[in-house]
T-cell receptor, first 114, second 115 residues
């Protein structure tokens, strides 16, 4: 157990639907990062939060949004889902606002859009 | 923008042998950090090794070591005495560090260890 908890582990939904992925960072970590892993694109950075504030944004679609709550857990909301959104979504956390010491990853949420 | 390139999509090695996985990167930063992550079939991303660019000494972690060539912007991972449990996808990653920095990953290499 890495200490980073992601739920659910698997999610199957239909096109056009909306889902919420949840992440609880490792105890004491203030930064949360979201990544999308698909077969042909590798690990793509989506967004970073630090202590409740958005700090960096990557290749995140407008249909996707995220937030970090006062208890530091984070949620990634995906709406108007398309077949191409099927992927493994990772949450990672770090104790600082930067990545110099690397991340601790959760076990991921496997999203399948049918 | 920083880029990380892993040009070998797949490699195979006999158990107990040594294998080297290649990674190159592009950056204009002078100080930065490099990582290798392992992703076994369980999908969990596991940190294998970390290297600080300002340290000339190559990092080692048990059977895992790196060959860091700063001028060539090369960062290869050597796995000695390969074990079946080393079968996984391996990702090279880069970050300039500092506030709001993130990891940029290569596309990964699939390593198979043959019994």
């Amino acid at each position: 157990d890495s200490g980073v908890t992601q739920t659910p582990k698997h999610l199957i939904t239909a096109t056009g639907q909306r889902v919420t992925l949840r992440c609880s960072p490792r105890s004491g970590d203030l930064s949360v990062y979201w990544y999308q892993q698909s077969l042909d694109q590798g690990l793509q950075f989506l967004i970073q939060y630090y202590n409740g504030e958005e700090r960096a944004k990557g290749n995140i679609l407008e249909r996707f949004s995220a937030q970090q709550f006062p208890d530091l857990h984070s949620e990634l909301n995906l709406s108007s889902l398309e077949l191409g959104d099927s992927a493994l979504y990772f949450c990672a956390s770090s104790s600082t606002g930067g990545a110099g010491y690397g991340y601790t990853f959760g076990s991921g949420t496997r999203l399948t859009v049918v | 923008a920083q880029t990380v390139t892993q040009s070998q999509p797949e490699m195979s090695v006999q158990e107990a042998e040594t294998v080297t996985l290649s990674c190159t990167y592009d950056t204009s930063e002078n100080n930065y950090y490099l990582f290798w992550y392992k992703q076994p079939p369980s999908r969990q991303m596991i940190l294998v090794i970390r290297q600080e660019a300002y340290k000339q000494q190559n990092a080692t972690e048990n059977r895992f070591s790196v060959n860091f060539q700063k001028a060539a912007k090369s960062f290869s991972l050597k796995i000695s005495d390969s074990q079946l449990g080393d079968t996984a996808m391996y990702f090279c990653a880069f970050t300039p560090g500092g506030a709001n920095s993130k990891l940029t990953f290569g596309k990964g290499i699939t390593l198979s260890v043959r019994p």
